[in-house]
């Protein structure tokens, strides 16, 4: 552990490659909301990791206002967070450049996550994709983040940060420099799986559009993926232990009690013993309740990309000014000229 005294601040980003779904509300935008106020939050749009596999350069784009358009619509205030795209502040690149020479080879070998978005051909797959994990360790530690919301399936990258920021701080003899962040995976909602199969996260990339509930679904969108959503013969238990082996039940139920703000045992409690033609309605009106007028913002703001491109220049300046000090300082105590 560092002696880091700095304050303590979040980062975290959102790539813009597909329409947001429920699961990125529940296990993401909606906890950066609620941490805005409690610390001084950095929330951007990841673009730059985005290109690791191609993209459209018009759908980038355009995704790139997405998902501003989700943090705005959600309650992040762009007064009181910083918003903006990972490309307009230089030094993300600039930093990761100087973790590759901290990082070991053998520590992005074992990236699971490469291996798994590789595939067989990984000789056919960008060094970008490769270094993913050294660029989200500039994400976070240029702004020396303490706290990073992360899914499961980005927990080993936040240890290879840890890792870095660790090395870093013994290889040039500064061992209050960068922080340790930690991350903030705990929470309702922090894992919200596919309407299809209850074994499988909801993605926008499932093959099947029932599966997932974006945020621009409207009402009746919503009703539908819930009323088809696959489930089992058997009614809800009464008790916690009776969803084990039943992972469709138990991800809608999980569901339900994230949006609603009660527990899983509360829902069961309520339910217990119902069959889905009764659960499955009451469902629906909790999503369509606190979806759809996010999904109704987000069409407003998509309207207006000017305004969108305003928020998130406005806060890459903001967030360069952070970025750009802490850059200045590496290249000092690296023993570059400056």
Request: charged share 25%.
């Amino acid at each position: 552990m560092t002696g880091y005294k700095g304050p303590e601040r979040v980062l975290s980003g959102i790539q813009p490659s597909g329409g947001m779904h429920l699961g990125n509300y529940l296990g993401a935008i909606r906890k950066f909301v609620d941490l805005q106020t409690e610390m001084d939050c950095f929330y951007c749009v990841v673009d730059m990791h985005a290109i690791t596999v191609w993209q459209d350069p018009a759908k980038l784009r355009a995704q790139t206002f997405h998902i501003a358009a989700a943090y705005l619509a959600a309650g992040i205030d762009p007064k009181v967070a910083t918003i903006f795209h990972q490309s307009a502040v230089a030094a993300h690149a600039e930093l990761a450049w100087i973790f590759n020479c901290v990082a070991r080879l053998g520590w992005l070998d074992r990236m699971t996550q490469f291996k798994d978005k590789a595939g067989k051909d990984k000789e056919r797959a960008s060094v970008g994709l490769y270094t993913y994990p050294t660029l989200m360790a500039s994400d976070i530690l240029v702004y020396k983040a303490t706290h990073v919301p992360v899914g499961d399936d980005q927990k080993q990258h936040l240890e290879l940060a840890r890792d870095v920021a660790g090395k870093f701080n013994r290889d040039f003899s500064a061992p209050d420099f960068f922080p340790l962040p930690e991350p903030l995976i705990k929470g309702p909602g922090a894992r919200i799986m596919s309407l299809r199969d209850g074994t499988a996260k909801m993605s926008k990339s499932d093959p099947s559009d029932q599966a997932t509930i974006y945020l621009t679904d409207d009402a009746d969108a919503i009703l539908k993926k819930i009323k088809k959503a696959k489930t089992d013969p058997e009614p809800l238990p009464s008790e916690i232990a009776g969803l084990s082996g039943r992972p469709e039940a138990a991800n809608l139920v999980g569901i339900y009690a994230a949006l609603s703000g009660k527990s899983d045992e509360d829902v069961l409690r309520e339910f217990g013993g119902s069959g889905f033609g009764r659960f499955k309605p009451a469902l629906a009106d909790i999503v369509v309740e606190k979806i759809a007028p996010i999904g109704d913002r987000m069409r407003r703001l998509e309207e207006d990309p000017s305004y969108l491109r305003d928020v998130l220049i406005s806060g890459a300046q903001k967030a360069g000014a952070t970025a750009e000090a802490t850059v200045r300082d590496v290249k000092e105590i690296v023993g570059f000229v400056v």
